[in-house]
């Protein structure tokens, strides 16, 4: 008996021992995982992590961002200095507090520091589903985030923003938070702190701040540039209004107010700071602080070398001012001017506006703003029409009076020529280089509006989106563009083809002298200003959007001074003085927008006036030669001053013809050798010789009016049948030998390079 308690007693103790045994290695299994994955995370997140106890003295050294021209001429320098004065929220109005909450952190008198449900799990699914690193940020983190930690967009940096803003709280009161959020974030160019951001935008102190204006700062903070009321005035009006409602939608303030308030004109300040081609700066400034952040750009000591040219920029100012001076009395109060270069893309000089500093909307910038193109976007729809091989220069077109018929639109649509009268027969190369508005409706009715507006794309056109709404005013400008995006559309003539996106940076280095960024281009030269040769058209990267032929044949056309003769004169301001260019004006039909666009291989520039405020110009300057074509023609000639006289180079493809000038069909010879019709010489995409064969001049007989010999209808009760020569074009009949109605075109010959 004994020796079997004995035998239980060792059986116990060998399952004691046993189960202390098994519980040593599941202590050790446990715990050694948990001790990594904790020296992990403290490595991870916590490491060498700063102290929120260093906000309260935090002291940044701000090194300025330099912006220069080509040559290394400063033009702007973000910012010299800091500008920072404290001030205590308690003396702030309440609106100023409420504003910003409301803005910013809805929840912040609530949360410890995170917003989980507004703002973590928005990011995490964000992150999640688009793939794409999300704020999410409270206050409190916005804090930590511009004051202790850099502005990469990692998970690391997030963690490490929620460790801090939950120690951040647990060190400060909300109110104090508040206060350090107020005197730390920038408000845009040297305003960082709501103080100083008062006195740049308002010329007072922050504690006399209206609610309106108290609103206005709250929206800055998340895009200082994007908001700013001198570079975007109407989006600054409409985050003002956004912070209204959610000041309203909070409680803060009630429905009348907000109604009220939300129709207060946005006043500020003018800038008064020494920048030069401010409208550039800004607009690269802009594209900076997209790619680098706006702590980088405001405080990293980034030294940026742009394309632009500062002779050039100096003169095209000088220009534009002068030059709106003495059509004043026109009623055109602004001017826009971009200069670049095709094979590039490189911006030489861009002033958006006459004088940057002139109130109330000096600063903004026309170049990138959207307006009527007028006639200037007739190349596009022709060269569409050439490229499909559906037309050849030589093509007729009717320039007399034609009504067209859209479905679904109860009014029919009678297009009228700038000057107000009909041409009669006229070919493709005198109706776009005459701008005849009537043959361009025809081209587009022809090539489909749904298919211009499709193929805009490809000349880096944006705001053509649906053909549903646009009409075949499309081609007199009844859309609206960017210059910028006309700058890109043109530059595929040029460059045989291929449209070449605008860039303005060259070079950013970082403040220990590490490129960041270079720009590289086989077709990159640094001095603009010395003889250039053709570009290397081979070495021009991208989608093409039309074949060399076709950017061939409408740059001829363009550059043919014959070709315009008749509506422009031969010694108008498109031509430039022992030089080839290439040139196209635009005119909206109610004198709001007057383009001029030109180019040579190496250059283009592009010239807008108008006034800011949509107001009609005179009509003295329908021509399109009286308002932006003497800015054009100065600044080209002088932007060419240097430059040798290139010519666009005909690629083997392109073949010279002679054809009639009544039809357009190629000239024959008769049996006895001699012409079969008077005829001029003309270039063709190799194969399409024969497209205005089509065109063919008939005997038929057709009502005249006895009295007027001019064609008219069996309705007309001085009408007799007559036979008559009758030419027809796809949309009208035209009787070539009836009393003309209209001026016949010039018939001098065409340059030939």
């Not at 991870?44 to 701000?62: C, G």
């Not at 928005?122 to 930590?144: E, F, W, Y």
């Not at 009630?254 to 020494?274: D, H, M, R, S, T």
């Not at 307006?371 to 050439?386: C, E, H, T, V």
Request: proline content about 6%.
């Amino acid at each position: 008996m004994k020796e079997k308690i004995n035998h239980m007693h060792k059986k116990i103790k060998a399952k004691i021992d046993a189960s202390k045994h098994r519980k040593k290695i599941y202590f050790l299994l446990i715990s050694i995982p948990t001790i990594l994955f904790a020296t992990f995370i403290y490595f991870y997140i916590f490491y060498q992590l700063p102290s929120p106890m260093s906000l309260k003295d935090y002291k940044v050294i701000p090194l300025s961002t330099h912006i220069l021209d080509r040559n290394g001429k400063l033009l702007y320098e973000i910012f010299k200095e800091e500008k920072r004065t404290l001030v205590k929220v308690k003396e702030l109005p309440i609106h100023v507090k409420q504003a910003t909450i409301a803005t910013e952190d809805k929840n912040f008198y609530k949360h410890g520091g995170i917003s989980f449900v507004g703002g973590i799990l928005r990011a995490i699914k964000d992150t999640i589903l688009k793939r794409k690193l999300q704020g999410g940020s409270t206050i409190t983190q916005q804090l930590v985030k511009s004051a202790l930690l850099t502005p990469e967009r990692t998970v690391r940096r997030k963690l490490r923003e929620i460790a801090l803003a939950f120690w951040t709280e647990s060190i400060f009161s909300k109110d104090e938070i508040l206060e350090l959020y107020l005197n730390q974030v920038p408000y845009g160019g040297s305003a960082y702190g709501i103080e100083e951001a008062a006195q740049l935008y308002f010329a007072k102190h922050a504690k006399n701040l209206t609610l309106t204006e108290a609103a206005f700062l709250a929206g800055l903070p998340q895009a200082p540039s994007l908001y700013s009321p001198y570079l975007n005035p109407d989006l600054a009006l409409k985050r003002r209004n956004g912070v209204l409602k959610a000041m309203l939608e909070e409680k803060y303030i009630k429905k009348g107010a907000y109604e009220k308030f939300a129709k207060v004109k946005l006043f500020v300040q003018p800038i008064e700071q020494n920048i030069r081609a401010p409208h550039f700066t800004f607009y690269v400034k802009s594209q900076l602080e997209e790619i680098y952040g706006i702590k980088q750009v405001e405080e990293g000591g980034l030294q940026v070398t742009t394309t632009l040219d500062l002779d050039i920029q100096e003169q095209a100012e000088k220009v534009l001012k002068e030059e709106l001076e003495k059509i004043k009395d026109l009623n055109v109060s602004n001017g826009a001017i971009l200069v670049t270069r095709p094979p590039t893309g490189e911006i030489l000089s861009m002033v958006g506006s006459v004088d940057y500093f002139a109130s109330p909307s000096g600063a903004f910038n026309v170049t990138t703003a959207l307006r009527q193109p007028g006639s200037a976007i007739k190349p596009l729809n022709y060269a569409i029409g050439i490229e499909r091989k559906i037309v050849s220069p030589a093509t007729v077109f009717l320039d007399i009076p034609t009504c067209f018929f859209a479905a679904g639109q109860p009014t029919k649509y009678c297009p009228k020529n700038y000057d107000g009268v009909f041409h009669g027969v006229t070919q493709l190369r005198f109706a776009l280089g005459d701008s005849y508005n009537i043959p361009a409706v025809k081209m587009l009715a022809i090539n489909g509006v749904e298919n211009f507006v499709a193929s805009s794309s490809a000349f880096t056109i944006t705001t053509f989106k649906d053909p549903k709404n646009y009409g075949l005013s499309l081609t007199l400008g009844g859309g609206e563009v960017k210059m910028t995006e006309m700058a890109q559309a043109f530059s595929v003539f040029p460059n045989r083809g291929i449209p070449k996106k605008l860039n303005a940076i060259l070079q950013v280095k970082n403040k220990k002298d590490k490129i960041l960024y270079k720009y590289k281009d086989s077709n990159f030269v640094k001095d603009v200003k010395k003889s250039l040769q053709s570009p290397n058209f081979f070495a021009i990267q991208g989608n093409r959007a039309i074949s060399a032929e076709t950017a061939f044949i409408i740059s001829h056309i363009l550059l043919d001074n014959n070709a315009r003769s008749s509506a422009f004169g031969s010694s108008s301001f498109l031509v430039v003085t022992n030089k080839a260019v290439s040139v196209k004006t635009g005119t909206t039909d109610d004198k709001k927008d007057n383009w001029t666009i030109g180019y040579t291989p190496n250059f283009l520039t592009s010239v807008w006036v108008g006034n800011n405020d949509n107001t009609p110009m005179n009509p003295y300057l329908t021509s399109g030669v009286t308002g932006a074509a003497p800015i054009w023609n100065k600044v080209m000639s002088y932007v060419l001053k240097n430059q040798s006289d290139l010519w666009p180079v005909r690629p083997q493809n392109v073949v010279g013809r002679q054809v009639c000038w009544d039809t357009g069909n190629l000239m024959n010879k008769n049996p006895d050798g001699s012409e079969s019709c008077k005829s001029r010489f003309e270039y063709f995409i190799k194969g399409t010789e024969n497209i205005s064969n089509e065109v063919k001049v008939e005997k038929t007989f057709v009502p005249v009016n006895r009295d007027t010999g001019k064609m008219t209808t069996v309705d007309d009760p001085a009408h007799e049948m007559k036979e008559k020569n009758i030419i027809r074009d796809k949309f009208s009949t035209y009787c070539t030998d009836c009393t003309p109605d209209y001026p016949v075109p010039a018939t001098s010959p065409t340059p030939t390079p």
